[in-house]
């Protein structure tokens, strides 16, 4: 959910990421329900359902649909598809018709517009990730053998380096880039149960309809799981491992540059209107916000598990609220880790 007092430029970027964002917005996500509907469409032709010139016109009107907003559907209907498919269908004859979502329901295509946006997602944030990483191995080299007080429960504990805090910082995020594969396999499975998640239509063609449209999407045709939000649920706990990982590197960041601990500069810290003599640590104060907030969405967004019958509409709704904001957050999350570790002049003694 956007919040308008975030991205309403007064913060600038600072809580928010236009990019990530994007892929969550109303032309993306109209973009990916029609690629639903493209491939369930050339299914049901592969599979002789309808014939390949039914097909053919239906497809012709789902390329030309001018992604006009939908948001009077979804608040009438709960859901943007069934004003989706009636604009679909308005110009074809009842023939062609046949060929525009038969057998499939609303939540066969939000469910799998969600999953190719949360997979597009995360390719941007698994480039960012990367870059992050890179930053701390560069400066591992650069400056890994410079004397560090290394604190436990925020009191001066034992010398070391500061090769071992920045290992600390460095190991989790490297995790978090070797579970990327598993959870994209996870995510990557198309959605197609049809009116209660029976996968019975059309008959007698059902699963190799779905396979054939997984095929075209580029997923894979497991069971139906209409109800089973596990996979979003994952992913938005693997968003709050990463946001929290980062929230870690930023406490750290805070705490370093105190005033009498001087453990690290920072180029180019924030100024106060009353203080001149202040160097705030922005960048780090944002991971360790994010973070928080992305810990506390995780909690909101499991709840989605709690899907009554064969849907739920306040469950769905849950997801539509939640995992694109830790999304975005996340997103923020590691633009901001990336200028942190740039922006670093020094770290390491005095302490």
Known sequence: MTNAFTTSGVFGSLLSDPEIAAEFGASAFTTRMLDFEAAWTQALAACGVVTTQEANRALA????????????????DGVPVPKLVA???????????????????????????????????????????????????ALTDCAGDTTLMARTRMQAAL????????????RPLAERLAQLEPLRAELAVVQIGGPIGLRDAPTPYLEECAGKAAEILGLSLGPVWHTDRSRFVTLGHWLSLVAGSLGKIG???????????DEIALAGSGGSSAMAHK????????????ARFVAGQQGI????????????????????LTLPAMAETTGAALTHAERLIASIDRIGAPG
Do not use: Y
């Open 279 to 290: 160097q705030n640590p922005v960048g780090a104060e944002m991971l360790v916000a994010l």
């Open 61 to 76: 009107a789902i390329r030309a649909f001018s992604h006009d907003s939908l948001g009077s559907g979804s608040d009438r």
């Open 87 to 137: 604009s679909l269908k308005s110009g074809l004859d009842e023939n062609a018709a046949r060929a525009v979502h038969s057998g499939a329901t609303s939540q066969d295509v939000i469910d799998t517009a969600l999953v190719l946006t949360c997979l597009s997602v995360l390719d941007r944030l698994s480039d960012r990730l990367k870059r992050v990483v890179a930053g701390l191995d």
């Open 251 to 261: 406490q750290d960041v805070t705490l370093m540059a105190q005033q009498g601990i």
């Open 301 to 320: 967004l499991a709840q989605a598990m709690i899907h009554e019958q064969e849907r739920s509409g306040a469950a769905w709704a849950l997801e539509w």
């Open 159 to 170: 010398p070391a380096t500061v090769s071992l805090r920045l290992d600390a910082w460095r």
